[in-house]
């Protein structure tokens, strides 16, 4: 048994600090994948010997990222170990900003949730500036909330209705909330005083796709199109357990397939694309008149989503015929999807999920009619159950991956200032004190919290 992958000896520096990173990652997703356990059984999982083992466990716990667990007895046979499991100190923290919210959530390592907040915003009128004012602050009231409950940020990631190119963090084009060239990562970290926490851009269904298969219903499914109804429709292609982003990371872009009623514009600028037929401004148009309440857009969407569902469970000719309309009209985009990537689940996200017994029916029906390969090539429809808390959960866990695959790249001292800054910041621009920023009023939702 040697430390690792490469022979002990003829080894640089470079490649010695290389192999330490490497075998602080496998011990870090051994923890978190596998669960607590022994320095022996971390050793016999790993191939590691066990003096290194327990060196890594200690600069692992060091960094803050695993501590001591319960006593571990297997079988009541020899002797006791101690065990050692994921510290649930640090977190990942993702962010979204969509047409008519912006929201955070915190996930710790351990992939449980530490808090999730949602605010209501008209993010169009209010423009790139404030809108990332508004998004900054409340990440930096959720750090300071997160810090309170004993947690800290490791990275940040934000999802955005658009196309994004990732590695700068910057923003090409978000038609439903007219952004164009927007720097993101820049912008924010300008507001949080400077480089501190790692902070990513990704597309928002993207970064959906990304939670579905980690966390979901479907999670570990290698082969799974995400696709989320919300004022855009957007997708993500996981093909073999990989995300695909195509050549410059566009990809995924299926709201704008060209397969919609070529009457009606689309916010990018074309018309007829899919997104006119199945998105939440074709699903109200369809089921309601322009002064129904359910078109209200400043009443919370999951209030007029519910209010559509209880029509719809009552019954009602209007809200039955538009729920069929909009799910014959998803059907036909599926067939598409599932034509050209052949994956075991579609997984309905945004308001397909919430409305979705209403849809599927003539959705089926029209996958059945499009779908070549035979039983639609093996795929089946869910409905997500992650809610619109998708692309803030992938944005967390994005997070956290930067950290299992670079453990000792953790800066949390550098995070505390940032959040600092930002706390400070945030309630000097937005709130017009010199308070700390308040902390995140206590929704602390249940499921994984
Ligand atoms: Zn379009």
Same mark, same amino acid.
């Given at each position: 048994?040697?430390?690792?992958?490469?022979?002990? /000896?003829?080894?640089?520096?470079?490649?010695?600090?290389?192999?330490?990173?490497?075998?602080?990652?496998?011990?870090?997703?051994?923890?978190?994948?596998?669960?607590?356990?022994?320095?022996?059984?971390?050793?016999?999982?790993?191939?590691?010997?066990?003096?290194?083992?327990?060196?890594?466990?200690?600069?692992?716990?060091?960094?803050?990222?695993?501590?001591?667990?319960?006593?571990?007895?297997?079988?009541?046979?020899?002797?006791?170990?101690?065990?050692?499991?994921?510290?649930?100190?640090?977190?990942?923290?993702?962010?979204?900003?969509?047409?008519?919210?912006?929201?955070?959530?915190?996930?710790?390592?351990?992939?449980?949730?530490?808090?999730?907040?949602?605010?209501?915003?008209?993010?169009?009128?209010?423009?790139?500036?404030?809108?990332?004012?508004?998004?900054?602050?409340?990440?930096?009231?959720?750090?300071? /909330?997160?810090?309170?409950?004993?947690?800290?940020?490791?990275?940040?990631?934000?999802?955005?209705?658009?196309?994004?190119?990732?590695?700068?963090?910057?923003? /090409?084009?978000?038609?439903?909330?007219?952004w164009r060239e927007v720097r993101v990562a820049d912008e924010l970290a300008t507001r949080f005083g400077g480089p501190g926490i790692p902070i990513r851009v990704d597309n928002d269904a993207n970064l959906s796709a990304l939670a579905e298969y980690t966390m979901g219903a479907s999670a570990g499914t290698p082969d799974l199109v995400y696709v989320t109804g919300e004022t855009g429709v957007g997708g993500g292609v996981i093909s073999d357990g990989v995300l695909l982003r195509g050549t410059e990371g566009y990809g995924g872009e299926i709201g704008h397939m060209p397969i919609g009623d070529p009457a009606h514009p689309c916010g990018c600028g074309k018309l007829g694309c899919w997104e006119?037929?199945?998105?939440?401004?074709?699903?109200?148009?369809?089921?309601?008149?322009?002064?129904?309440?359910?078109?209200?857009?400043?009443?919370?969407?999951?209030?007029?989503?519910?209010?559509?569902?209880?029509?719809?469970?009552?019954?009602?000719?209007?809200?039955?015929?538009?729920?069929?309309?909009?799910?014959?009209?998803?059907?036909?985009?599926?067939?598409?999807?599932?034509?050209?990537?052949?994956p075991r689940v579609i997984a309905l996200g945004g308001y397909f999920a919430v409305l979705g017994e209403f849809l599927l029916p003539a959705m089926e029906a029209e996958l059945d009619k499009r779908v070549v390969a035979p039983a639609r090539g093996g795929c089946r429809i869910e409905l997500s159950a992650l809610g619109f808390t998708a692309a803030c959960r992938g944005g967390a866990h994005v997070a956290l991956e930067a950290v299992l695959t670079d453990p000792a790249s953790v800066t949390l001292s550098a995070a505390d200032a940032a959040a600092d800054a930002a706390a400070v910041r945030a309630s000097g621009q937005n709130r017009g004190s010199t308070e700390p920023a308040d902390p995140i009023p206590s929704q602390l939702p249940g499921g994984m919290a």
């Amino acid at each position: 048994m040697n430390d690792g992958l490469l022979p002990d /000896r003829g080894l640089t520096p470079a490649d010695q600090v290389f192999l330490r990173r490497h075998n602080l990652a496998m011990v870090l997703r051994d923890l978190r994948d596998a669960g607590p356990r022994s320095r022996a059984r971390i050793a016999a999982d790993t191939g590691l010997n066990k003096a290194t083992v327990s060196s890594l466990v200690a600069e692992l716990a060091e960094l803050g990222l695993v501590r001591d667990g319960d006593v571990e007895r297997v079988g009541g046979v020899g002797r006791p170990g101690q065990t050692v499991e994921i510290d649930g100190r640090v977190c990942g923290l993702g962010a979204e900003i969509n047409v008519d919210y912006v929201a955070v959530l915190v996930l710790d390592l351990r992939g449980e949730q530490v808090l999730y907040e949602r605010t209501p915003l008209d993010v169009p009128r209010l423009g790139v500036e404030k809108t990332l004012d508004e998004l900054a602050a409340a990440i930096a009231a959720a750090a300071g /909330r997160a810090r309170e409950l004993g947690h800290d940020i490791a990275g940040i990631t934000v999802g955005i209705p658009g196309m994004v190119e990732t590695a700068p963090g910057v923003l /090409r084009h978000a038609p439903n909330v007219g952004w164009r060239e927007v720097r993101v990562a820049d912008e924010l970290a300008t507001r949080f005083g400077g480089p501190g926490i790692p902070i990513r851009v990704d597309n928002d269904a993207n970064l959906s796709a990304l939670a579905e298969y980690t966390m979901g219903a479907s999670a570990g499914t290698p082969d799974l199109v995400y696709v989320t109804g919300e004022t855009g429709v957007g997708g993500g292609v996981i093909s073999d357990g990989v995300l695909l982003r195509g050549t410059e990371g566009y990809g995924g872009e299926i709201g704008h397939m060209p397969i919609g009623d070529p009457a009606h514009p689309c916010g990018c600028g074309k018309l007829g694309c899919w997104e006119t037929s199945v998105g939440l401004a074709a699903l109200l148009r369809e089921v309601a008149d322009p002064a129904d309440s359910v078109t209200d857009p400043s009443v919370d969407l999951e209030v007029r989503l519910t209010e559509i569902r209880r029509r719809a469970s009552l019954g009602d000719g209007r809200t039955l015929r538009g729920l069929q309309a909009v799910g014959t009209s998803l059907g036909l985009g599926a067939a598409i999807l599932v034509n050209l990537f052949n994956p075991r689940v579609i997984a309905l996200g945004g308001y397909f999920a919430v409305l979705g017994e209403f849809l599927l029916p003539a959705m089926e029906a029209e996958l059945d009619k499009r779908v070549v390969a035979p039983a639609r090539g093996g795929c089946r429809i869910e409905l997500s159950a992650l809610g619109f808390t998708a692309a803030c959960r992938g944005g967390a866990h994005v997070a956290l991956e930067a950290v299992l695959t670079d453990p000792a790249s953790v800066t949390l001292s550098a995070a505390d200032a940032a959040a600092d800054a930002a706390a400070v910041r945030a309630s000097g621009q937005n709130r017009g004190s010199t308070e700390p920023a308040d902390p995140i009023p206590s929704q602390l939702p249940g499921g994984m919290a």
